[in-house]
Nanobody, 119 residues
Framework: QVQLVESGGGLVQPGGSLRLSCAASGSIFSIYIMGWYRQAPGKQRELVADITNTGSRKYADSVKGRFAISRDDVKNTVYLQMNSLTPEDTAVYYC?????????????WGQGTQVTVSS
């Protein structure tokens, strides 16, 4: 089992910044994809950004140039730096970790952290 603990959400004004953190613990594999999804009211959960153990990154078009994902493998932690936030970024942000392969593949989710962008 893997536990994911998120932190860093909150209320911020448009144009502001926030940094989310997600710390993984438990049965950690060295090969993984770890990232952030978000879900706004009435909308489907969508990928925001993810990063692999090799450092390969992927971003949603809506956040490219504004958000940056990074990792610290010593701390088993992934960060999402969010800049130039807009009200459209308001959502619950969920940390996600995928590890293993084939029948051993597992997907884990954090509990979610609220990000609200409002003046």
């Amino acid at each position: 089992q893997v536990q994911l603990v998120e932190s860093g959400g909150g209320l911020v004004q448009p144009g502001g910044s926030l940094r989310l953190s997600c710390a993984a613990s438990g049965s950690i594999f060295s090969i993984y994809i770890m990232g952030w999804y978000r879900q706004a009211p009435g909308k489907q959960r969508e990928l925001v950004a993810d990063i692999t153990n090799t450092g390969s990154r992927k971003y949603a078009d809506s956040v490219k140039g504004r958000f940056a994902i990074s990792r610290d493998d010593v701390k088993n932690t992934v960060y999402l730096q969010m800049n130039s936030l807009t009200p459209e970024d308001t959502a619950v942000y969920y940390c996600n970790r995928q590890q293993g392969s084939g029948s051993d593949e597992r997907v884990y989710w954090g509990q979610g952290t609220q990000v609200t962008v409002s003046s």
